[in-house]
């Protein structure tokens, strides 16, 4: 069974970072381009990065680059999303996804930035 579990969001300040966890089971992990997505209050979940499969390659939507990185422990079954600068617009949930068996998605970690 596909499962992936993310973890690391809570309630922080402007300003300050978090690094956001997803660990996956279930599949091959090493072979699977990795997706965050965010999802703020009342609006669609957009994509924010992606990495691919051996991690030598990263993409980021404009409004996040520079501020946010992804990155892979392919031993560890692992993609985390540390995000520097938090700012009250980066306040949402936010999700991992694998692009395999058609798309598998976390249930998500909340990030909530107070100013």
């Known amino acids: 069974q596909v499962q992936l579990v993310e973890s690391g969001g809570g309630l922080v300040q402007a300003g300050e970072s978090l690094r956001l966890t997803c660990t996956a089971s279930?599949?091959?992990?090493?072979?699977?381009?990795m997706d965050w997505h965010r999802q703020a209050p009342g609006k669609g979940r957009e994509l924010v990065a992606t990495?691919?499969?051996?991690?030598?390659?990263?993409v980021y939507v404009d409004q996040v680059e520079g501020r946010f990185i992804i990155s892979r422990d392919n031993a560890k079954n692992t993609v985390y999303l540390e995000i520097k600068k938090l700012k009250p617009t980066d306040t949402g949930m936010y999700y991992c996804?694998?692009?395999?068996?058609?798309?598998?998605w976390g249930q998500g970690t909340q990030v909530t930035v107070s100013s």
């Open positions: 279930g599949f091959q992990f090493s072979a699977s381009t």
């Open positions: 990495i691919t499969p051996s991690g030598a390659n990263v």
């Open positions: 996804k694998t692009p395999l068996q058609g798309g598998i």
